[in-house]
């Protein structure tokens, strides 16, 4: 029976000594494989190797937005370069040749001043208006509260109503340009004859913008002149934010791009035959 212990040295070394640490050892080189065992392993290296590299990327699917997109930008160009290709092969086409008819000159030399009597005479309303109105009566009170010295501007007309605001928004919006007023008192009346004039290009809406109302009213008009009409009401009314009564008549005609205006403000009914006769002297003076 042996007495050396089980972990002794071979002979010739020495122990070890437990208190160093190992000494590490080189890793046993591996022979070379021969061609049999290369071919008997060749397979497991192969997966080894596989099974290490990255995986392939995988394809990208486009979207159904991203192919609609493709197609319009596409399609375009597509049709651009097929039109021009179509094009290009065509043969030229001469254009035609420039013609021109010869300048011809009349026979007879015109004279400027019969060319000048021959045309339209010029509506007399580009002066001052004040002139065109009717002269007030002798006897009567001149009334100087309405603009001023003959003219009102459309704060002054806007004034006189009572949708004041309302008035004014509309004579600026319809092309008022000025107005040349005169007025007075007679006869327990008030008169007041107004000449108001507005841009050419409303010239045909101008006789609307008086708002003459025929409510209950006798309508008229002045013999041979359909343009103008003769307002008298029947009822009496009311001075706007007051009690006071009066009767009211009134009569307008347009002339060019001037809206004659005649009112007459009366504490008994309105004598039509005046009002007829003042509107028949303003209309001779415009016409």
Same mark, same amino acid.
């Given at each position: ?32 494989p ?8 060749a ?14 990327? =995988? ?10 997109? $493709?197609?319009?930008?596409? /399609?375009?160009?597509? %049709? ?11 043969p ?6 420039? $013609? ?10 015109? !004279?400027?001043?019969a060319?000048a ?17 009717v ?11 309405? /603009?001023?010295d /003959? ?8 004034e006189?109503? %009572? ?9 600026? $919006?319809?092309?008022f =340009? ?23 290009e409303? $010239?045909?809406?101008?006789? !609307? ?8 009213? !006798?309508?008229?008009?002045?013999? /041979? ?11 009496a ?5 007051s ?10 005609? =347009? ?13 008994n009914?309105?004598d ?16």
């Open positions: 029976m042996s007495t050396e212990p089980t972990g002794a040295a071979e002979p010739g070394t020495a122990a070890a000594d437990p208190s160093e640490p190992p000494v590490p050892t080189a890793p046993p080189v591996p022979a070379e021969s061609a049999e065992s290369s071919a008997v392993t397979p497991e290296s192969s997966e080894v190797i596989g099974s290490a590299a990255e995986p392939a990327p =995988r394809k990208r699917k486009l979207s159904a937005g991203a192919l609609f997109l $493709t197609a319009v930008l596409a /399609g375009p160009a597509l %049709g651009l370069a097929v039109g021009y290709g179509v094009q290009a092969s065509r030229e086409t001469p254009l035609p040749k420039i $013609t021109a008819s010869p300048l011809a000159y009349p026979a007879a030399r015109v !004279d400027p001043a060319l009597a021959a045309a339209p005479k010029p509506l007399n309303i580009d002066g001052d208006l004040r002139d065109l109105l002269k007030k009566p002798d006897g009567a009170q001149d009334t100087k509260r309405f /603009g001023t /003959g003219w009102m501007d459309a704060a002054d007309i806007a006189t109503f %009572g949708d004041t605001k309302g008035v004014f928004q509309r004579l600026l $919006t319809n092309g =340009r000025r107005a040349a007023v005169v007025a007075w008192e007679a006869d327990d009346a008030q008169y007041r004859v107004e000449l108001l004039q507005y841009l050419p409303n $010239t045909g809406e101008v006789i !609307d913008q008086v708002n003459i109302s025929t409510s209950r009213a !006798d309508v008229s008009r002045l013999p /041979g002149n359909d343009d103008c009409l003769i307002v008298v009401h029947k009822d009314m009311h001075y706007a934010k009690t006071e009564q009066y009767y009211y008549g009134e009569a307008a005609a =347009r002339k060019g791009t001037v809206l004659m205006h005649v009112q007459v403000y009366a504490k009914p309105v039509r035959a005046k009002l007829e006769d003042l509107a028949k002297r303003q209309w001779e003076r415009i016409a």
